[in-house]
């Protein structure tokens, strides 16, 4: 069965350049609890195909779980979640595993190989999808993703031989390996000074650009969300309490959205 997951590099892209529908997400009345902890109560979010949306919330909100329901990494009790125009719910997991190709997930701790060296980073996700492909297209998307990041150069260091942004980077890169439609990012800039933060997050933003893709952003960092969002919604007690323009919620007379502004 293993080999029926498989795809090879023209098959990809020719069903990637499908035309997009118009929502890359759809979020419908979602509730998710642990035991007796409910952290999502019907929340309801939409994402359009090439928009950048940013969740904020307190610590322990829900912000990484909605992503990972979104991804079928967590299942949920309640609710729809359409991704690529697929019910996340519905899907086996050979069918999750082809929506995967096309939604990048890019990890707070990076989780780069440490054992590996940046290329062999970047090639895990290639030799485990395109079995078929040949090394001339391997080395070539490599160094494009690298070269999109601004580290093409490290090529073949270790993971240990770089700096927190440069791994952030190398992450980065890889989540781009496979060319995503939709790319989920939890804290991005989390455990960087301010101002690899501000590079990473303009990073975000001419990728978008760059290929379209469409985002959910978590972040605790507003500079972060400022710069990447297009939209940005407040995760509070478990729903969608708020969304609009960053600055439209800055001026927000509300106290529960004002204090995330302080």
């Keep these: 069965m293993e080999s029926d997951k498989k795809t090879t590099l023209s098959e990809l892209v020719n069903e990637n350049n499908v035309q997009r529908n118009d929502l890359a997400i759809s979020i419908k009345h979602l509730h998710k609890s642990?035991?007796?902890?409910?952290v999502l109560k019907d929340f309801n979010l939409e994402v359009k195909s090439g928009e950048s949306v940013a969740v904020i919330g307190k610590s322990g909100s829900g912000k990484s779980v909605l992503i990972k329901c979104v991804i079928g990494l967590i299942k949920f009790e309640q609710g729809q979640i359409h991704v690529l125009g697929k019910n996340v719910s519905k899907l086996n997991s050979m069918e999750l595993d082809v929506l995967r190709i096309k939604v990048a997930f890019l990890f707070q701790s990076n989780a780069l190989y440490d054992s590996m060296t940046v290329r062999e980073n970047l090639e895990f996700p290639l030799r485990r999808h395109l079995t078929e492909t040949k090394k001339e297209e391997v080395d070539a998307l490599v160094i494009e993703a690298l070269t999109n990041v601004g580290l093409a150069h490290t090529i073949d260091m270790m993971p240990s031989e770089l700096s927190g942004g440069m791994r952030k980077r190398v992450a980065?890169?890889?989540t781009l390996i496979m060319k995503p439609e939709i790319i989920l990012y939890d804290e991005p800039t989390t455990g960087l000074d301010p101002i690899t933060a501000k590079e990473i997050s303009h990073l975000i933003v001419e990728i978008q650009k760059k290929y379209n893709t469409s985002s959910i952003i978590i972040s605790h960092?507003?500079?972060?969300?400022?710069i990447t969002a297009d939209k940005v919604v407040m995760l509070i007690n478990g729903k969608n309490y708020a969304e609009g323009k960053f600055e439209e919620l800055s001026k927000s007379d509300d106290d529960k959205i004002k204090n995330f502004y302080i």
């Design 34 to 38: 642990f035991g007796n902890n409910q």
């Design 172 to 174: 980065l890169a890889r």
């Design 221 to 226: 960092d507003l500079s972060c969300v400022k």
